[in-house]
Nanobody, 117 residues
Framework: VQLQACGGGLVQTGGSLRLRCAAP???????????MGWYRQAPGKQREFVAG???????TYADSAKDRFTISRDNSRRTVSLQMRNLKADDTAVYYC?????????WGQGTEVTVSS
């Protein structure tokens, strides 16, 4: 495991969670060079993109995440976060963080989010 994701849990519909992903210094010594992202995989479904933030700070979101989720990064702490608001049952999934540099991707172990109605 290289990237370490945390912050998942059980939340009711309409609630909020903040996911965080940490990149160990030994592996990601120049964290600021990486494009970072969050993906998710619901039971029985393909892994899908949720949100991304480039090394320059430009953000992109899946349509399902727009206006509800916010991705941010802290290069000094080598972390990327995903603030999720107004959660819906469809947001239930395992969330993975992703780091890309020079077209090489690294993944974390995932953190599970369950939204109950």
């Amino acid at each position: 495991v290289q990237l370490q994701a945390c912050g998942g849990g059980l939340v009711q519909t309409g609630g909020s969670l903040r996911l965080r992903c940490a990149a160990p210094r030994a592996i990601f010594s120049v964290f600021r060079d990486y494009d970072m992202g969050w993906y998710r995989q619901a039971p029985g479904k393909q892994r899908e993109f949720v949100a991304g933030i480039t090394n320059g700070g430009r953000t992109t979101y899946a349509d399902s995440a727009k206006d509800r989720f916010t991705i941010s990064r802290d290069n000094s702490r080598r972390t990327v976060s995903l603030q999720m608001r107004n959660l819906k049952a469809d947001d239930t999934a395992v969330y993975y963080c992703n780091a890309v540099v020079d077209q090489t991707a690294s993944w974390g172990q995932g953190t599970e989010v369950t939204v109950s109605s």
